[in-house]
């Protein structure tokens, strides 16, 4: 039988130590001056950068963070809803990515000031249709039946919307878990049952539209119904390999002695299988494939972009860097099980999460894309274009959003236990073993 | 045909084995550890669920069926892209020394070697060839369909399948000798020991 053996709950196996306050406090550092230097290079133009390019690289950067975070509130709610035991002792980590949804919107102001400053046509051609119109009347027409949806006040209003829905939710489910730590009460986790499936209703709604908002209407009058589910993939991709790499990096530091398994960090990398490189994958191609089968102009602009030029090597670098490399490589059980392979999983799929992002965002639908007699004069003609990933501006603002993730999450972390000490399940989790 | 069974009821059949009653499980781990130390290898435990590490504690190794079933989903995946290419295409003039043709249709006006179209049918069969597969040498690996089992026949022996936990040591195993394996048994604290007739 599985006893449970005595396990150390004592602060020197669950609290963070000392040097995490060195480390969160570089993170914040590092972040602001990353974020700083990113934003004052791209407004100057260095590195031959446009401001919608600057712009883009910032949502690119942003989406990161959020993403990854978002991917934490997921775990949880689906924790919750299926009454799980076994992710008690991995869940604080999840709640710490969480809980930087409380205050990740303050990255968005500077997008959202835009409609403000009356520069928002820079990164959303929609928001300008006079400009469309003289640029690309047969866009604008398109654009133009959307404008029930797609205007500033209603961008705005549904912005606000999404923060606060992420905000409310991280905050339910963080403040309830870590309340449970010092009063034991049970009502916490039935509330947290009970709601989590609102919770998920919710989630799902505000992604989707999210996604909507803030990636597809980039390139406005092209439209996929896949695409609030293939930017959810992103979220579970980024937020698993985030929380596996926490729960190996914390077992590294020697925390968590008989708490954290490799059963568990074997259920970690099953997720990460999972959702980061099966569903991804699934997802995608059916988004492709249906618009490949179709063939409508008004659809087909989008890939046929992204398969030219210097973007043909980056879809590539997605299908094998996202799907086909990590998929043979973790497929098997021992990978999974190791803090080793599992963090090196993790980075890798963290890296790839980035370039799919990167991939969504930044190339630009040209207004002469459906007007090619054939695939060859599209070709002569586009087949040169930069992807613009040797920019370094790219990694500066990214680096400058990931180090006050991490800030925000080891802050999470260290006022409180490294696992919640008094949830029902936990001695569920601990005794949990994979048949 | 009464004859017949009085006959096989009234003689003395062979021994298939012991079984070792236990009431928890915690007992049954121990013993399994003491079973497995000993050195049988024609053995086995009957519980009413399955019981977290009791293959640790048995030594049983882990199965070889993954890597099977990961083959044979790879021969699902070449089959289908195999089965799609010759279909597709015009002839594959000289084989088998016939000319063999499969039936191209332009669908369309997408190219016959379509690989985003092959996609969903690769992915079914190679479903289709691992459940298949897993599946079936589960069955092969286990002995099964098994319509016989001597153990079925014991009274005791029901209660695995609802309340008592069962160490079973079979006496083909080289080690077992009825009286030291019986006395070996009592040792692990079984509520009973009796033997299982074939």
């Known amino acids: ?34 974020l700083g230097a990113g934003v004052y290079l ?106 029930a949806f797609l205007n500033a006040n209603f961008f705005l209003v549904r912005a606000v919307v999404y923060f606060a829905a992420w905000a409310m939710l991280a905050w339910f489910f963080t403040n309830n878990s870590s309340r449970q730590d010092q009063d034991g009460a049970m009502h916490r986790t039935l509330s947290m049952q009970k709601w989590s499936g609102p919770a998920a209703i919710i989630f799902a709604l505000t992604t989707t539209f999210a996604a909507v908002d803030w990636i597809m209407s980039l390139s406005p009058a092209w439209f996929s119904t896949m695409f609030g589910v293939y930017f959810f993939t992103g979220c579970v991709t980024g937020g698993y390999a985030s929380l596996a790499l926490i729960t190996v990096r914390l077992t590294r530091l020697g925390l968590l002695k008989g708490i954290v398994s490799g059963e568990h960090l074997q259920d970690l990398g099953k997720l990460l299988f999972a959702f980061g490189m099966v569903f991804w994958a699934y997802i995608g191609f059916s988004q492709y494939m249906l618009i490949w089968y179709a063939n409508l102009p008004e659809e087909t602009g989008w890939f046929l972009t992204r398969q030219v030029g ?41 890296c790839f999460h980035w370039i799919d992002l990167y991939w969504l965002v930044m190339p630009e639908i040209p207004n002469d894309i459906g007007t090619f007699a054939t695939y060859g004069d599209l070709v002569a003609k586009y087949g040169t274009q ?49 048949v | 045909m009464s004859s017949v069974t009085q006959e096989t009821s009234t003689a003395r059949r062979p021994v298939y084995g012991l079984i070792a009653e236990f009431d928890n499980t915690g007992d ?19 519980t009413p669920f ?28 070449a089959a ?54 897993c599946v079936g040498l589960m069955f092969l690996f286990n002995g099964l369909p098994r319509l016989y089992h001597p153990l079925l026949q014991n009274n005791r022996f029901r209660r695995a399948t609802n309340d008592r936990f069962f160490v079973v040591i079979e006496a083909r ?11 070996f048994l009592r040792t692990l604290g079984a509520s009973a020991v009796e033997a299982v007739e074939d």
């Open chain 2, 80 to 133: 289908a892209f195999a089965l799609q290419t010759f279909t597709n295409s015009f002839s594959f003039s000289t084989w088998a020394l016939v000319k063999v043709t499969g039936y191209p249709y332009l669908i369309s006006g997408k190219p016959m070697m379509s690989l985003p179209a092959f996609i969903p049918v690769i992915f079914e069969v190679t479903v289709l060839f691992s459940a298949l597969s």
């Open chain 2, 28 to 46: 049954l781990m121990r013993a399994a550890e003491k079973v497995r130390d000993a050195g049988y290898i024609w053995w086995d435990c009957c």
């Open chain 2, 50 to 77: 399955p019981v977290h590490g009791l293959d640790k504690a048995m030594g049983v190794k882990r199965t070889i069926l993954p890597v099977l079933v990961f083959g044979a989903g790879a021969t699902g995946t």
């Open chain 1, 1 to 34: 039988m599985s006893h449970a053996p005595q396990v150390d709950f004592s602060s020197k196996n669950t609290q963070l130590g000392p040097a995490s306050l060195v480390l969160r406090n570089a993170a914040v550092g590092i972040g602001v001056v990353c």
């Open chain 2, 173 to 183: 195993d080289p080690k077992f000798l009825r009286g030291t394996t019986e006395a």
């Open chain 1, 42 to 147: 791209g407004k100057s133009g260095a590195f031959n950068t446009d401001a919608r390019s600057f712009w883009k690289m910032y949502l690119v950067a942003f989406l990161f963070g959020l993403t990854i975070c978002l991917g934490g509130l997921f775990f949880l709610i689906i924790q919750f809803l299926t009454r799980a035991g076994w992710s008690v002792a991995v869940r604080r980590p999840a709640e710490a990515l969480a809980s930087n949804l409380k205050w990740i919107w303050l990255l968005f102001i500077p997008v959202l000031w835009m409609f403000f400053n009356g520069t928002a046509a820079t990164l959303f051609p929609w928001a300008d249709l006079a400009t469309l119109e003289a640029n690309d009347p047969g866009i604008a027409h398109v654009v133009g039946k959307k404008v």
């Open chain 1, 386 to 434: 930069p992807n613009g990933l040797e920019n370094p501006l790219n990694y500066i603002l990214t680096a400058g959003v990931a180090c006050l993730v991490t800030a925000g999450s080891i802050a999470y972390l260290q006022g409180r236990s490294l696992v919640p000490t008094r949830d029902p399940r936990l001695h569920e989790s601990l005794s949990f073993e994979n």
């Open chain 1, 310 to 350: 210097g973007w043909l090597p980056v879809t590539l670098m997605l299908l094998f860097g996202h799907f086909i490399i990590p998929f043979v490589g973790m497929i098997s059980r021992w990978p999974k099980r190791y803090g080793i392979s599992l963090a090196a999983a993790s980075v890798w799929m963290l």
